[in-house]
């Protein structure tokens, strides 16, 4: 087992109207094995965007635990300090937001390129790598150096999974990966996923569309609003 998350909760304070609490959502149990895809289910506003998060510890849980078994060791990422959990995100695990988060100015091919930088590869290598990601996605030769700010939703989508997916670990969360993309795009991502399956990556998705989820799925959890 690679990750397992038992008993789950999160609970919002809103302190700016006097500490209002707001259910995010609770009682979350599942786990996932090495090179299988968990989907998240549930209607709008259940939690599944927060249940990510929450794994990758943007959020804090309110309870429950987060169990990463990893070569080196198991780590309760529920419990870990801010500063282990950091090194953890770096060596084991992805997220791709729901919508593209850069810096101005930063060229399509740099921001592709940068986390098989941040592994180790040269400079050049990984801009041919992010340049050859970026052209089976379908995005425009001249728009490469460009940044993707002023891109299409479905452009910056793109760009924002090839980056995600470039320099992989071995735990990928994915928030609407497809959303806002088409047809052909969606099954070209869907082949990427498959892959990263093939080569034992785990991965935790929110599918707004029932058929990507479907077809990529090994297990489907339910998510009670
Ligand atoms: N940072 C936050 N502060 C307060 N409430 C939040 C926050 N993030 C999410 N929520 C609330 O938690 C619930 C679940 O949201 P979310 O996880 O985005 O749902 P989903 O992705 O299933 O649509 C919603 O009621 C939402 O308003
Ligand atoms: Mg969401």
Do not use: W
């Not at 070209?188 to 996923?193: A, D, F, G, I, T």
Request: aromatic share 8%; net charge neutral; charged share 25%.
């Amino acid at each position: 087992m690679r990750l397992e998350v038992k008993n789950l909760a999160k609970r919002f304070t809103i302190h700016t109207r006097g500490g209002v609490e707001i259910e995010g959502f609770s009682n979350i149990s599942f786990s996932v094995k090495k090179g299988s895809f968990l989907s998240l289910r549930g209607s709008s506003g259940s939690g599944k965007s927060s249940v990510l998060k929450t794994i990758y510890r943007s959020y804090l849980p309110s309870g429950g635990a987060i169990c990463l078994h990893t070569d080196e060791g198991s780590y309760d990422l529920a419990k870990v300090s801010d500063s282990a959990m950091l090194e953890i995100r770096e060596r084991y695990i992805g997220y791709v937001s729901q919508f593209l988060q850069v810096l101005p100015r930063i060229g399509a091919v740099d921001i592709v390129a940068t986390p098989l930088v941040q592994k180790g590869e040269s400079e050049a290598v990984a801009k041919q790598k992010a340049r050859e990601m970026l052209d089976f996605f379908g995005i425009k030769e001249e728009l490469f150096s460009l940044s993707p700010l002023t891109f299409s939703g479905g452009e910056q989508q793109r760009v924002n999974i090839a980056k995600g997916i470039i320099a992989p670990k071995m735990l990928l969360l994915l928030d609407e990966p497809t959303a806002s993309l088409d047809a052909t795009n969606r099954k070209k991502v869907l082949e990427k996923l498959h892959t990263l399956k093939n080569e034992g990556v785990s991965m935790i998705g929110i599918f707004h569309d029932k058929a990507s989820m479907e077809e990529i799925s090994n297990e489907i959890y339910d998510i009670q609003g």
